[in-house]
């Protein structure tokens, strides 16, 4: 990007404020996403209260408003289903008009989040247990041993539609979508401290107690030995029936291992979700042939894991869990 022509409404509303702030042209470029020449032309127009030149817009505040109202009834709808509505709506515009208009409300086409729905009585409960963790510090945190499951797919491509949406409306119930079946793909059990990983179990069947007490028996405990050392740690692990099961946990009574409690439907507060996330998207290129490749390819990147990235995933607990009582129990950003 180089002409401050190309720069979105929010990208100079933005610009304004980080200089207003004090931040450097180098800070606003890389915060923007922009190059910092286009800053440089932005900031110093508006210094000399020059205004943008060339052709004057042809829609209106009204054509605008009407714009985002068809944006909003109906957020997966692609730009040229959207450009013939507006068109039907009586606003001469071209498609790439209707996507530059949309661009500067601030909306940006994106992958939709699958959200766990959460009633009432699940609100209230992870409320209280943010409120009861609220005093944890970053070193309380770096004890605990935070573990779950994932699903690798070969197809990585298949994501279904994209969702329109601005910055913030992320777990807004209109940009969200229901999990959806994929071809071809395996299921992982991984386990990660604030220092490093702990190693990988690809599983081979579905979990109940019995496979999940294995994997604790043959994964866990060197990981919790590579992690730790001989210091002691408190395990994290979801709801799941394999998790909760009364087996299980005489399990961990018997191996005098404490458990962290934690509330249901929470991925959003456990930082090995976020884990999981970087992992996928290093793999976004690699184009495994069959489950073996996927696995050697899951193997070699979750190697790539730094202990700074580890780090800064538990570093965040303490933001999970203040908004998390924000929010008063619902999904957060996280």
Not at 233 to 242: G, M, S, V, Y
Request: hydrophobic share 35%; aromatic share 8%.
């Amino acid at each position: 990007m180089g002409k401050t022509a190309d720069l979105t409404t929010v990208q100079k509303m933005t610009i304004d404020t980080l200089k207003k702030e004090g931040k450097t042209q180098k800070v606003i470029a890389k915060e923007v996403g922009c190059s910092q020449s286009s800053v440089s032309k932005h900031i110093n127009r508006e210094a000399k209260g020059r205004k943008r030149c060339g052709r004057k817009e042809c829609t209106s505040k009204r054509d605008k408003r009407a714009l985002e109202r068809i944006v909003k009834q109906n957020r997966y709808k692609n730009v040229g289903e959207i450009h013939k509505e507006w068109t039907v709506a009586g606003v001469s515009a071209s498609r790439s008009t209707t996507h530059r208009r949309m661009q500067d409300m601030g909306f940006s086409c994106r992958i939709p989040r699958v959200k766990p729905l959460l009633n009432k009585r699940q609100r209230q409960k992870r409320l209280a247990w943010a409120q009861d963790k609220k005093d944890w510090t970053a070193a309380e945190w770096s004890k605990v041993m935070f573990s779950d499951e994932s699903k690798f797919c070969i197809s990585f491509g298949n994501q279904g539609p994209r969702v329109w949406r601005k910055t913030g409306e992320a777990q807004n119930p209109r940009c969200l979508k229901s999990s959806v079946k994929f071809p071809q793909s395996v299921m992982v059990w991984g386990a990660m401290s604030s220092a490093a990983v702990g190693p990988l179990c690809f599983l081979r069947s579905r979990v109940n107690a019995a496979v999940y007490q294995e994997v604790l028996e043959h994964f866990m405990l060197p990981a919790a030995d590579q992690l730790y050392g001989g210091d002691d740690f408190i395990f994290q692990h979801d709801l799941a029936p394999a998790h909760s099961a009364k087996s299980t946990s005489t399990w961990f009574k018997d191996h005098g291992i404490p458990l962290l409690d934690w509330p249901a439907k929470s991925p959003d507060l456990n930082p090995i979700e976020n884990l999981w996330g970087i992992v996928k998207r290093k793999m976004r290129d690699a184009r495994p042939n069959n489950a073996e490749e996927l696995k050697a390819t899951i193997k070699a990147t979750w190697a790539l894991i730094t202990p700074e990235e580890c780090n800064r995933l538990v570093d965040s607990m303490p933001r999970r869990i203040a908004a998390a009582i924000q929010a008063k129990g619902a999904e957060t950003k996280y």
